[in-house]
Nanobody, 126 residues
Framework: MQHLVESGGGSVQAGGSLRLSCAAS????????MGWFRQVGKQDREGVAA??????????DSVKGRFTISRDNAKNTPDTLYLEMNSLKPEDTAMYYC?????????????????WGQGTQVTVSS
């Protein structure tokens, strides 16, 4: 079974930057969509950024211009997904999760995702 492991979270001050990574445990032979969700407490998970099989990206309005999603899907290696987060704000504080089959922000919800990693916590202080 495929596993996803997120890392790179931490505590930063407002205006700071973090780079999240998500490593898949096994390589895939198809370039799947992948993306990032985030969750604050018990609220629903919110789609933040997604990248499809062609490399097209989409973002939530709240992070546009500040976050950049990218992936490393070199042949014969497991996927690695990244989220570069700049100009962080306190409202970006959340647990961040990566997921497969998240192709476009606004069209895929957390209910559509089959499995999750353990997440990585991002805390932004003012």
């Amino acid at each position: 079974m495929q596993h996803l492991v997120e890392s790179g979270g931490g505590s930063v001050q407002a205006g700071g930057s973090l780079r999240l990574s998500c490593a898949a445990s096994r390589r895939t032979y198809i370039t799947y969509c992948m993306g990032w969700f985030r969750q604050v407490g018990k609220q629903d998970r919110e789609g933040v950024a997604a990248i499809d099989g062609e490399g097209r990206t989409s973002y939530a309005d709240s992070v546009k211009g500040r976050f950049t999603i990218s992936r490393d899907n070199a042949k014969n290696t497991p996927d690695t997904l990244y989220l570069e987060m700049n100009s962080l704000k306190p409202e970006d504080t959340a647990m961040y999760y990566c997921a497969y089959h998240f192709c476009q922000v606004g069209t895929t919800t957390a209910a559509d995702i089959a499995f999750w990693g353990q997440g990585t916590q991002v805390t932004v202080s003012s």
